[in-house]
């Protein structure tokens, strides 16, 4: 996930223009429950505590029943708020959403908070945080933190789900028995107070609050959680597996049914033998996809067009380029490879396929990879990245144009499988076809391709089994813990320098990337494929210490998607946690199931706080060189088996 020096470059210039701009910060106004859309029991931010169905409205017509409904949401440095538009055609929040709220004083420790490194005792019935499913009770695991950039006025108070929350389900959660450093319960605000007080006039400004805060009083204490001690609490509702995945697969339905059994069309553009490397020819071209997006040809800064039902529509003869790089082993011209896409990194591109290690793998194994672009968050569309950093309303051209990327993945796996064989740039002097399309379409990629990879798993109908390099899931948990995000914080920092506001920002922009990741389509990743789609086997190589990618994102992941752990993990003494690898079942030798393998280069521990790693090198990029690694993936992505490559013990590699 490292970022290249031209895109660091041009990073630091809009930094530098944006800078000209600013004004200084302004911590946002009390939230006044006169009418301005603010939820009053949370006065230290709008949109606190987030999320929250404080922000939503009942509607019929979604799967979930409502709707989000926001007014006021946060303003950028120049005064200009997000526009929430695109968030309110969300039927819920998201499944990973980090609860936020501000609590004065407060020290977690002092009151028994779950601290990262001990997620079991978020489920300790005297635990001061609480999440519970309001239907079925389940109390739901988590680790709470403050936010470790901000100043003392302005730090969160960040709950995250150590497993993602349920689609369509709503969730109750209470603060209680809160103390601060001296070990003084810290009692609730003036307004909760009052809420939590006898029934209000109706023309108490604060009466709707309470008529809704009864609700949730009334959930909590039917799952065992009373008033006692209470400072906070509130309620919000996930969204459902159609506001989540519903727009992709319209797409990815509609194009595919218009392209019946053919292969799409293509372009072959260069052809070169020799490659060296093992690498007998690399073949770049062009796949043709229908284009969703609202100018031609989609370029970076285009969003998702929209026919009358609000769902994505095609613009009369909008087509979409799907450049492509695909390299094909030596070993082709006597048995022929396997397809496989390859997802490449940060704002990268295709040409990643032509990378040593992908290199390597192909020639050891048999593989033919193909590549191209995640859109969206390639190397083109870096300007565009910058521009949605300084005013977040423009994110969602983001978003929309990963979800385009999923479509032009599919699409070129359909054609390296049904076009490919079939032109000569594939097949050997005798025309021979080097692909072997029998064998089935995988699917490996590394960093971002790894974030991204998990959500084309579940949606590609072709993919059966994918290997995930260095993944996690949920940007929200992995950019403050990312060294490849600084350059991006910077940006960030100017453009919303009230750290409070940034972190509802960074829930915010969640709702829209949940449309494109790995952390929207979790729950369909593996057994409960989405319709129309084959269930799939996943494979997932953590790096210990990622400097890039933070392990813990990974594990949340595992968790959801029902992985199991290869053991022993790491050696004893390696893991800070109180139970390593907590919620996630170990298997041995052999396993015929999605798993996490964890790869230890013997970097540091990670900082336990949401801060990037600074000590020691960095071992992001070590999984993917190993060559017992390549042969685990190989071997997976065959048959479907997980082996122990690493002698009975925990998978370590000598940088």
């Known amino acids: 996930m490292r970022l290249p020096q031209r895109t660091l470059s041009s990073l630091a210039a809009v930094a530098a223009a944006l800078a000209l701009l600013t004004v200084p910060p302004t911590p946002a ?35 979930t029943g409502r709707r989000v409904h926001m007014g006021a949401t946060v303003q950028n440095a120049l005064g200009v708020p997000i526009s929430p538009e695109e968030w309110n055609r969300a039927d819920g929040f998201s499944p990973g959403s980090m609860l936020l709220s501000r609590v004065p004083g407060v020290d977690l420790a002092r009151s028994g908070a779950a601290p990262i490194t001990d997620i079991g005792a978020s489920l300790r019935r005297d635990a001061p945080i609480v ?20 100043p003392d006025d302005r730090k969160a108070l960040i709950v995250r789900p150590a497993k993602n929350f349920r689609e369509g389900h709503r ?82 339905d509609e194009a595919l049914r218009d392209l019946g ?86 704002l990268g591109s295709e040409r990643e396929v032509g990378a040593g290690n992908v290199k390597a793998m192909a020639a050891e194994h048999g593989f033919m990879f193909c590549a191209t672009k995640w859109i969206g968050m390639a190397d083109e569309d870096l300007p565009n990245v910058g521009a949605a950093l300084t005013d977040l309303t423009r994110f969602r051209t983001v978003a929309d144009r990963l979800q385009q990327s999923l479509l032009g993945f599919t699409f070129l796996g359909r054609a390296m499988t049904r076009g490919f064989p079939s032109h000569e740039a594939f097949q050997d002097g005798d025309g021979r076809s080097l692909i072997d399309h029998r064998a089935g379409l995988a699917y490996d990629g590394n960093s971002q391709g790894g974030i991204m990879g998990g959500a084309l798993t579940a949606v590609s109908p072709d993919i059966r089994r994918a290997v995930l390099g260095v993944p996690g899931m949920n940007y929200t948990t992995l950019l403050n813990r990312s060294s490849a995000f600084t350059q991006f914080a910077h940006v960030l920092d100017l453009s919303y320098p009230d750290k409070l506001d940034q972190q509802i920002a960074l829930a915010l922009i969640q709702m829209l990337w949940d449309r494109a990741e790995n952390n929207g389509y979790a729950w369909h990743m593996t057994d409960d494929p989405l319709p129309r789609t084959p269930g799939h086997r996943v494979l997932m190589h953590v790096a210990f210490g990622d400097h890039q990618v933070a392990p813990v994102a990974a594990e949340v992941q595992a968790r959801t998607i029902g992985a199991r752990v290869h053991a022993p993990v790491v050696a004893a003494g390696r893991s800070p946690d109180k139970v390593p690898y907590w919620g996630i079942p170990t298997f041995g030798s052999s396993y015929a199931g999605s798993a996490m393998v964890v790869w230890d280069s013997g970097s540091p521990v990670p900082p336990l706080t949401n801060t990037p790693p600074t000590a020691g090198r960095d071992p992001h990029s070590d999984p993917r060189g190993d060559a017992g690694a390549r042969r685990q993936k190989a071997i997976f992505l065959t048959t479907g088996r997980v082996v122990d490559v690493c002698g009975g013990g925990p998978c370590v590699i000598t940088p």
């Open 29 to 63: 106004a009390a939230a006044d429950p006169g009418g301005d859309g603010c939820d009053p029991i949370d006065p230290a931010a709008c949109l606190l505590p987030f999320p929250s169905d404080w922000y939503t409205v009942r509607d019929a017509r979604t799967p």
């Open 131 to 150: 999440i519970v499913d309001t239907a079925t009770g389940e109390r739901w695991p988590y680790w709470a933190e403050l936010d470790a950039n901000a």
């Open 171 to 252: 969730y109750a959660v209470a603060l209680r028995n809160l103390r601060d450093a001296s070990g003084n319960p810290i009692g609730p605000n003036a307004a909760f107070a009052k809420i939590l007080g006898p029934r209000l006039p109706s023309d108490d400004p604060l009466a709707a609050r309470q008529r809704q805060g009864r609700r949730v009083l009334a959930a909590l204490e039917r799952h065992g959680v009373s008033r006692d001690g209470l400072y906070l609490a509130w309620d919000f509702t996930v969204a459902s597996r159609q506001g989540l995945t519903g727009q992709v697969l319209h797409m990815r």
């Open 261 to 346: 059994r053919r292969s799409p069309s293509f372009t072959v553009t260069q052809v070169t033998d020799d490659v060296g490397d093992g690498i007998a020819r690399e073949v770049k071209g062009i796949v043709h996809a229908p284009s969703y997006l609202n100018l031609p040809g989609g370029p970076p800064g285009s969003s998702l067009h929209r026919g009358r039902d609000g769902m994505p529509a095609r613009l009369p003869g909008n087509t979409q380029p799907v450049p492509f790089q695909c390299e094909i082993p030596r070993s082709a011209f006597e048995r022929p490879a396997r397809p496989a896409l390859y997802g490449h990194g940060l």
